[in-house]
């Protein structure tokens, strides 16, 4: 498990939010989201990068000291090609290798380790359990049951003193729940290489036609890095006006996509900041970013998944958002 994935599922165990973390520690909340993708490009700096990885390690309660050993063995020079924008994951802990791990072959190696990992976590999960359960049963009379305990606790709260007036008007609610909608793009924008797509614009329009035949794609290539040519590609979308995305369901046909999602006020996809993500994106995956109001929505492809005839390129068949203005 990697340090971005540890932090991400220690802050979901810990109940907190991006924003919650960000009051905490002070670190603005793009980096943390970057943090956890494992894009530590935002820190500014190594040293930078381990004082923000302790810090939110503090604040989601994990021991940093591993995920700092973590981050200092990654630091080693990265494979020619390699985009600078991802860390190389660090090697397992596993006989020497005559070549280079590959990306399935760490996958995997994670993937143990996330097991491993979830295991003890439902051991103690479970003992907790059976502990509170111990001292319930325990302060229970013996002559009377859990249930009648509940029940005599139910039924000796103290009546109120006074009695509401008939005449009250009821109270509105102070805020008022938002309703969601379905959030139609008017306008979407292919980007690779080379920056906005020069071809027919028809092309990323397929992005948001519905129509699941039919699917924006990008160029292919014999790496999932984009043979070291580009950091990623993807399609940036016009909302028409400010707006907040609350979720994000996107077809891409092939699985194991890296996508990140960068939202704001400004049309140049440079100038937008992550604002959520997912790694080995399932065929259709549902992306829940930080809500925060935008008009422009990148969906950036960082790591391309390979297709059934071997080479590698990223597709987007359909996005389904839903949020409100």
């Not at 994670?110 to 302060?139: K, M, N, P, Q, W």
């Not at 007036?165 to 609610?173: E, F, G, R």
């Amino acid at each position: 498990m990697s340090i971005g994935e540890v932090l991400h599922d220690a802050r979901s165990q810990s109940g907190l939010t991006i924003v919650d973390v960000a009051r905490q520690t002070g670190i603005v909340e793009e980096t943390i989201w970057a943090i956890e993708l494992d894009d530590f490009a935002k820190c500014g700096s190594d040293a930078a990068a381990r004082r923000d990885i302790s810090a939110i390690a503090a604040a989601v309660r994990v021991d940093p000291a591993p995920l700092i050993a973590e981050f200092d063995a990654a630091k080693v020079p990265l494979a020619v090609g390699r985009r600078s924008e991802l860390l190389t994951l660090p090697a397992p802990n596993l006989p020497d290798h005559p070549r280079p791990l590959t990306r399935r072959e760490r996958y995997k190696w994670r993937h143990r380790r996330r097991v491993a990992l979830s295991t003890a976590l439902c051991l103690i999960v479970l003992a907790i359990f059976g502990a509170e359960a111990y001292h319930f049963f325990r302060d229970v009379t013996p002559t009377e049951t859990a249930g009648q305990a509940a029940y005599s606790q139910a039924t000796t709260r103290p009546a109120p003193t006074t009695k509401p007036s008939h005449s009250a008007k009821p109270t509105p609610s102070a805020t008022p729940s938002l309703t969601l909608r379905t959030l139609i793009p008017v306008s979407a924008s292919g980007y690779g290489p080379s920056g906005p797509e020069t071809g027919n614009p028809q092309i990323a329009a397929k992005a948001i036609d519905s129509d699941p035949s039919s699917a924006w794609q990008s160029k292919a290539y014999n790496s999932p890095d984009f043979d070291g040519q580009s950091t990623g590609t993807g399609v940036l979308l016009d909302l028409g006006h400010p707006v907040t995305v609350v979720s994000a369901t996107i077809s891409i046909g092939v699985p194991g996509a890296w996508v990140q999602l960068r939202g704001g006020t400004s049309d140049t996809p440079d100038a937008l900041p992550v604002i959520g993500g997912t790694k080995d994106a399932g065929a259709t995956t549902t992306i829940r970013p930080q809500q925060t109001p935008i008009r422009y929505l990148l969906i950036w492809f960082t790591t391309l998944p390979q297709t059934p005839i071997g080479n590698y390129q990223a597709s987007i068949e359909n996005i389904t958002l839903q949020g409100h203005s």
